[in-house]
């Protein structure tokens, strides 16, 4: 058994199987994949791999196990690589944010710009996808650090999750609106088309929590991820945002009006994510104080 094999196992995984493009992935042709497969199983003395004819289609019993240190040993080689620059004080490398719409334009510049500061030969990847998909991202390693409020499920327990700052919602509508006046309840907003975030999206699961605990029925006429396209069906009379009070911007928003709800929606919490068995690099360290300094917190 070698390393390269071990790395074949992990690799035919990524690509469900597949012996062709795993050999592609390896820069080998097919045959040799398949040769150190057999020869890996046969020292194990047993299949990795259920077959349908010549076939890969999952993992055995034995295979599900072995794929489990595999991983380990994965993480072990990139965590050496990453020691060792980080030892030698190497300043070129990658930065890969995971994050939503929301969270990429209205709270990270300032933490990036003071990244950039510091680190500027440092390359910054934002990948922008929904919350559910940005655990994934961490998983397959393909984001150092996720960022988002839904979805980072505290038992998961491959992640080191730290709560970023507190946030609330707002009402937003154009200045002639009725619900520009007087107190906000649930049942005037029930009389109005509502826009806001999709399911899954930058405290969606808070206000339908609060609509459920109201016992009013919002009657939500549009969903969007992006806070930018909410305002703008605002903007042409569709009916009334419910978006992030971060995403409020003064001067580019002054023709809005924004309420606040939060006597009526209970207060969101984005937090930020990244694999436990990890090393964290210098770089992504001071980036996460970056992180915690723009949300008013000490690390």
Not at 42 to 50: Q, S, T
Not at 54 to 73: D, F, N
Not at 177 to 202: D, N, Q, V, W
Not at 271 to 280: H, I, S
Request: hydrophobic share 40%.
């Amino acid at each position: 058994m070698n390393l390269n094999q071990l790395e074949l196992l992990r690799v035919l995984q990524e690509t469900n199987f597949n012996l062709s493009k795993a050999a592609e992935k390896m820069f080998v042709v097919q045959s040799a994949v398949s040769r150190q497969l057999q020869l890996l199983e046969g020292e194990l003395g047993a299949p990795v791999f259920e077959r349908q004819g010549k076939k890969l289609v999952g993992l055995t019993p034995l295979g599900e196990r072995i794929m489990e240190e595999v991983t380990l040993i994965n993480v072990s080689k990139r965590n050496i690589q990453t020691i060792a620059e980080d030892f030698l004080h190497n300043r070129n490398g990658e930065l890969h944010i995971a994050t939503t719409h929301t969270q990429a334009k209205y709270f990270l510049p300032e933490p990036i710009r003071k990244f950039r500061e510091k680190y500027p030969n440092i390359k910054i990847y934002i990948v922008q996808s929904s919350p559910t998909n940005l655990i994934d991202l961490l998983h397959h390693h393909q984001a150092d650090i996720a960022i988002c409020t839904e979805k980072l499920d505290e038992s998961d327990d491959k992640l080191i999750i730290n709560p970023c700052y507190e946030w609330h919602h707002v009402a937003v509508m154009p200045k002639d609106h009725p619900l520009s006046e007087g107190e906000i309840t649930l049942e005037r907003l029930a009389r109005f088309p509502i826009l806001t975030y999709s399911k899954g999206y930058t405290g969606r699961s808070n206000i339908e929590k609060a609509v459920a605990d109201g016992h009013v029925g919002l009657d939500i006429t549009l969903e969007a991820a992006d806070s930018d396209i909410i305002k703008t069906y605002v903007r042409i009379g569709l009916g009334v945002g419910i978006i992030a009070a971060t995403a409020i911007e003064p001067q580019a928003d002054e023709d809005l009006i924004a309420r606040d709800l939060g006597h009526l929606i209970p207060p969101s919490v984005t937090r930020f994510a990244y694999l436990k068995q990890l090393y964290l690099p210098t770089f992504c360290r001071f980036f996460i104080d970056e992180l915690l300094r723009a949300a008013g917190r000490t690390s």
